[in-house]
């Protein structure tokens, strides 16, 4: 049998062309950052005693070099220490990179039985580890990186972690913070073949380029996979009525939107690491995505 080789076909499990978010050919660009930062990010506050660690005992966890245009992307992976096959969950960071704080959510998935791997998004745009103000993240990395370079690169370590890692092809999953919750809705639109997605407070709103031409909130009717959205109600920077208006917009299109809002979390509730961090809606918060996940076939 002809393998596919992920362009076309009506089985092809990825929307090329999808919304304009995929516009042949696509960048090869070489990766600035080879690999992995150490330690937490050096760009905002930090609270590293109460930051969780979680052992990796009984984990394969490490990074990883997952082929993908322009040469390896870094990235992290972590999984049970077996044969599986396990089900996968694709790690989507926040803005400040593949840092110690989503390497340890990789583990805690890995603890649940998944495959968690997150690719180094921005690896081609900038080297996170140095950069230690948001807006030069924000000016010089996130707005410079296309969304047709996040859907590539997803795809490209969904297609490692099969190949590579016992990881079940199918039973795909996706889940990401901030910026990358925004990522997950937009995944969740491209891609056909995700049992579930899950989004901590990603934002739906924001400006459009020509690099970034839609919105979370613009592609909510389109989403292919049952989503969780996670919110803080005290979050200043992602009004509560933007998230129920996108909920409301996938659900009159018969797509399947849970949200959930804290109503005292700020951004960043889960973010262990910072300040931000609210113990109570995060453990719930998590507690739920896992159920998630195992309720639509991706646990």
Sequence with gaps: MQQDDGRNGRDDPRSEGFGGLLVPPLSRRGFVMTSLMSGLTLATTRVEAQAIHTDAAG????EVSIPAAGGPMPGYRAMPDGAGPFPLVLVVEEIFGVHDYIKDVCRRLA???YCAVAPELYARQGDLSTMTDVQTILREVILKTPDSQWMADLDAAADWAVASSHADPARKAVMGWCRGGRGVWLYAAHRRDLKAAVAW????????SAIQPRTAGD?????RAPLLGLYGGADTGIPVASVEEARDRARA???EVE???FPDAPHGFHADYRPSYRKAAAEDGWARAL????AHGAG
């Excluded at 592609?219 to 989403?223: D, N, P, R, S």
């Excluded at 159920?291 to 195992?294: V, Y």
Aim: charged fraction near 20%; hydrophobic fraction near 55%; charge should be positive.
């Design 111 to 113: 603890k649940a039985g």
């Design 253 to 255: 299109a018969g797509r």
């Design 259 to 261: 949200i959930v809002v």
């Design 219 to 223: 592609v909510a009717a389109e989403i």
């Design 201 to 208: 407070y990603g934002p739906l709103g924001g400006e459009r």
């Design 291 to 294: 159920a998630f996940l195992k």
């Design 59 to 62: 984990l394969v966890a490490g």
